[in-house]
């Protein structure tokens, strides 16, 4: 098991970006959150294995159709939590 933290800016709140990401990570079978922070970029933590979370982190770099990115920052780092699912939190 793999884990990446994800900030990711631009564009990112108010166009349904945790939802889709919601979406996406499911789809890849990714357990972790997504949030938004409060200088505007949206973060991720995602768990899985190294090729869905490079597939995840591919889609991020252009979210949703309304979203604008500017920018991916990946950090790969040791799974430090166990996580049931994915979920956005608010």
């Known amino acids: 098991m793999e ?3 994800l900030k990711i800016t631009g564009t990112v709140q108010g166009v349904f970006f945790r939802d889709r990401t919601q979406e996406k990570a499911l ?3 990714l ?3 997504v949030r938004n922070m409060s200088d505007g970029s949206v973060i991720a933590c995602v768990q ?3 090729h869905q979370i490079e597939d995840f982190i591919a889609w991020c770099h252009d979210g949703p159709t309304l979203a604008k990115v500017d920018h991916v920052e990946v950090t790969w ?3 430090d939590d166990n996580f049931d699912s994915f979920d956005v939190q608010y």
């Open 3 to 5: 884990e990446a933290l």
């Open 27 to 29: 789809e890849l079978e």
């Open 31 to 33: 357990k972790g959150f």
């Open 48 to 50: 899985g294995k190294k």
């Open 77 to 79: 780092r040791e799974p």
